[in-house]
């Protein structure tokens, strides 16, 4: 049974538009999420981070969004660059459980941003 | 410069054959981990080690092996045993206490059994 979901495969978005990347989680227990990005061949790279006490975060073109008590949070990319496309991870935590520091990855969503 | 290594980045093997992929680290990261990436799928967890001469079993652990002797190093070893060994191998590392999760990843390993 999936605990973090991301229900979009693939996401195409015009360069300069917003691209929003979403993810569901049904552990109630997570309290810390993170957003990495991959391109092909290589391993993930972090780009953004939320802990449950926040709603937003934002660093640069990138601000994730949290709504607990829908369990969804979402990944914002504003303006979205060619550079941008790649396939990017929606990942929980539970922090305070026995397996601290575990991540519990999504399925990915590939982005292609069209110049 | 600080980070992870994995190496070799291709690794081709005949079935039966026992694999060892290496990953070493220069972070001062006291945790470590194995994750396998398939086509179409989410990185899973196959061992973890929050110390030295210590590791836990994640979610698809059955047919790997690891060992954790010193804190820079925590090589996995594909074996015979395991149904489905071709795949993409990442490892990463973490610190333990503070608060952030953030798992710092190095280059992969793609692995191909035949």
């Known amino acids: 049974d999936q605990q973090v979901k991301q229900n979009s495969p693939s996401l195409s978005v015009q360069e300069g538009r917003i691209s929003i990347l979403n993810c569901d989680y049904t552990?109630?227990?997570?309290?810390?999420f993170l957003w990495y990005k991959k391109y092909p061949a290589e391993g993930p790279t972090f780009l953004i981070s939320?802990?449950?006490?926040?709603d937003k975060n934002e660093d640069g073109r990138f601000t994730v969004f949290l709504n607990k008590s829908a369990k969804h949070l979402s990944l914002h990319i504003v303006p979205s660059q060619p550079g941008d496309s790649a396939v990017y991870f929606c990942a929980a935590s539970a922090g305070s459980g026995g397996s601290q520091g575990n991540l519990i990855f999504g399925k990915g969503t590939k982005l292609s941003v069209k110049p | 410069d600080g980070g992870i290594t994995q190496s070799p980045k291709y690794l081709f093997r005949k079935e039966g054959q026992n694999v060892t992929l290496s990953c070493e680290q220069n972070?001062?990261?006291?945790?470590m981990y194995w994750y396998r990436q398939d086509p179409g799928q989410g990185l899973r967890l196959i061992y973890y080690?929050?110390?030295?001469?210590?590791?836990q079993k994640g979610d698809i652990a059955e047919g790997y092996s690891v060992s954790r002797e010193k804190k820079e190093s925590f090589p996995l070893t594909v074996t015979s045993a395991q149904k489905n060994p071709t795949a993409f191998y990442l490892c990463?590392?973490?610190?333990?206490?503070?608060?952030?999760?953030?798992?710092?990843f190095g280059p992969g390993t793609r692995l191909t059994v035949t």
């Open positions: 552990n109630s227990m997570f309290d810390y």
């Open positions: 972070l001062n990261h006291d945790a």
């Open positions: 990463a590392s973490s610190i333990v206490g503070t608060g952030n999760y953030e798992q710092y």
């Open positions: 939320i802990s449950s006490i926040k």
């Open positions: 080690s929050q110390i030295v001469n210590d590791f």
